[in-house]
């Protein structure tokens, strides 16, 4: 193996004498990530939605004895999408052309109905076709469940004040009509002055049981509204930017770019400086060539990686953002680290020994890094074939191993079982690459 | 005595024929010239008796220590000349002081990256490194072609020294007159077959 660290030596002060090139490396990946950061911002940004107002809006509405603000009910309900007020045409317009997403429109009637109280009043949505129309749907529907647990109050409240009526008597109105009624406090009144024989004293049980029974029915309104709530409590662990998720993928991302580039452009150089013959007279066999280029990746791939980790942890210590294990589990990361970037290095180094070139190899492993992470990237659950072939490389395994290196309360489980795929991935890919490693050609 | 035997040694890389099956014997005190145009297969057979290519048939029985100029550089150029030599030193299990040895002989600047020297200087390392441990049998390749007067006179004599310590030296060249008084004998290859 001797021969194998005098390569790797000189590779570590080859790498150390082109900085560009280390810088490249680790910006890079660093900028890739950033922007899938941004492309997963903007598939998360708020949609647009037309809002079609046929029915002409007044700028206050009186429910119940609620009175509404439209606007700023517009505005407090709309919190997943961006409502903007267009006319029906433009609004057809927009939405064909793909500049909005949905049409809400409120139709003549509207405000009228919602004020009767007596049904439901409707509104027509219209939504835009193809990949993300299912997803608009559910967030038009969010803002309609919003809107109606606003409205909800009030029609409560409204029938609150029926009940209030039964109970304790009063002047009311209902569908434009005015009445009186006494109420179930002053019919116990009047039967107090009553005889009392059997039957005044069963309708007075009748109004002692009927007055407990109303006295519920808010309880039972509210219930009966709602008859689930979710009550959301207080976050803790880590913030959506910092998720252990997102460190893993940041941290495979990183050395998966690094670890095929390396490994591949630095194999492939042999060739290119001519030196595979003079290694070839047995001084480096082919298989202690890999060998060095391998561990070449798995050293680089733990110093970057841990920077990138170290990184992530001031960022939580400066921050002072709660959970997660941001120091304790670095040296068992670097162990993740180092086997995963050998892992990769042993598909770079195949990489390297197919191609006739160091530029080949180099652009090669840049065009397969995407694809292997994408791979990775999409859940099995979604296309079973990509997860099969996810299987088949090492990236996803050093995602799901950093992930339980950092994060899991007991990772030794995940950690052995990917560390396994990673050794098993790594001979493998170093057993292909030293068979592929091409004859010195004069 | 003879050092190196090849016996029907042959080369193809695909469906060309570079080489067809040949013999060549280098015996101890020799110098031989391997003349030939260009693509008649002199580099091919310097590689396979180097031991840097497989043939694919015939046979190469050689000392332990041979030492080869390939025609084309063949260093790290991002290592300076030194550091090139302690290498291949390291890797031939020569000790370091040899490599410094030969950097000085070689007038080789020690802190230049060896992409940065002249094709004449590249030359000369690729002759020190041949030479590191102190081979029985040399090899080379078009060693001058980038070397100026002075230059190849010390190549020739080392490739005389060589000889005349016992050990055997095979030059292929396009310029034979420069062998002229050097070679003992000549082999002429034409289309991978010796003439």
Do not use: C
């Amino acid at each position: 193996m001797r021969s194998s660290w005098l390569v790797l030596q000189k590779d570590l002060r080859t790498l150390g004498r082109t900085p560009a090139l280390l810088v490249v490396l680790v910006a890079y990946p660093v900028l890739i990530a950033a922007l899938l950061g941004l492309v997963a911002g903007y598939a998360n940004a708020k949609p647009r939605v037309a809002l079609v107002d046929e029915d002409g809006l007044p700028a206050h509405i009186v429910v119940g004895h609620h009175t509404f603000n439209v606007t700023a009910t517009i505005k407090e309900v709309s919190r997943n999408v961006t409502l903007v007020r267009l006319g029906k045409d433009e609004a057809q317009r927009q939405l064909a052309d793909g500049k909005i997403v949905a049409v809400l429109t409120v139709p003549p009637g509207f405000v009228a109905t919602l004020q009767q109280m007596t049904k439901s009043p409707t509104l027509d949505v219209a939504v835009t076709r193809g990949g993300t129309s299912g997803r608009v749907r559910q967030q038009v529907q969010a803002l309609v469940y919003t809107l109606n647990q606003k409205l909800q109050r009030a029609y409560i409240d409204a029938n609150l004040q029926y009940v209030q009526l039964l109970l304790h008597g009063g002047d009311g109105k209902f569908l434009g009509e005015s009445f009186n009624v006494i109420g179930l406090d002053g019919t116990k009144k009047v039967l107090d002055t009553l005889p009392q024989s059997e039957r005044v004293k069963r309708i007075q049980r009748f109004v002692h049981d009927a007055r407990l029974a109303l006295a519920q029915t808010g309880d039972a309104l509210h219930a009966t509204a709602s008859p689930i709530q979710l009550v959301e409590l207080p976050q803790r662990g880590r913030t959506a930017s910092l998720s252990a998720q997102v460190q893993s993928y940041a941290l495979g991302l990183t050395i998966t770019f690094l670890s095929l580039v390396l490994a591949a452009g630095a194999l492939a150089g042999e060739r290119d400086e001519n030196v595979l013959g003079r290694l070839a007279r047995g001084l480096v066999p082919s298989g202690r060539l890999v060998a060095a280029k391998i561990a070449l990746a798995g050293i680089v791939a733990t110093v970057l990686g841990l920077g990138v980790a170290f990184a992530f942890a001031a960022v939580i210590v400066i921050g002072n953002a709660p959970g997660g294990e941001p120091w304790s589990r670095l040296p068992l990361l670097a162990a993740g680290l180092a086997l995963t970037g050998a892992a990769l290095g042993a598909v770079g180094s195949l990489v390297g020994a197919l191609a006739r070139e160091a530029r080949t190899a180099s652009l090669v492993a840049v065009l397969l890094v995407l694809p292997i992470v994408f791979l990775g990237l999409i859940p099995p659950e979604v296309f079973a074939a990509a997860g099969w072939v996810s299987d088949g490389l090492p990236f996803a395994h050093g995602v799901r191993l950093f992930s339980a290196t950092l994060y899991d309360l007991h990772p030794w489980g995940a950690v052995a079982r990917e560390a396994a795929w990673l050794v098993g991935l790594g001979a493998l890919f170093s057993l292909l690459a030293r068979s592929a490693v091409r004859p010195f050609r004069p | 005595m003879s050092l190196l035997d090849a016996r029907g040694v042959a080369r193809s890389f695909g469906s060309r024929v570079a080489l067809e099956p040949t013999d060549v014997s280098l015996a101890a005190g020799e110098v031989v010239a391997l003349v030939g145009p260009n693509g008649a297969g002199k580099s091919t057979l310097l590689a396979i008796l180097a031991g840097s290519l497989e043939p694919t048939e015939g046979t190469v029985e050689r000392p332990k220590r041979v030492g080869w100029v390939p025609q084309r550089a063949a260093h790290y150029g991002r290592l300076t000349a030194l550091e090139n030599l302690r290498l291949f030193a390291a890797l031939e299990g020569v000790p370091a002081a040899r490599a410094a040895e030969l950097a000085a002989e070689f007038d080789l600047p020690p802190d230049t990256r060896a992409s940065s020297l002249s094709v004449g200087n590249r030359q000369r390392l690729d002759v020190a490194l041949s030479l590191l441990a102190s081979p029985q049998v040399l090899l080379l390749d078009e060693p001058t072609s980038s070397l100026d007067p002075a230059q190849r006179e010390r190549v020739w004599r080392i490739a005389r020294d060589v000889a005349a310590g016992g050990g055997a030296v095979l030059v292929a060249t396009h310029h034979w007159e420069e062998l002229a008084g050097l070679a003992d004998r000549t082999l002429e290859l034409v289309e991978g077959r010796l003439a």
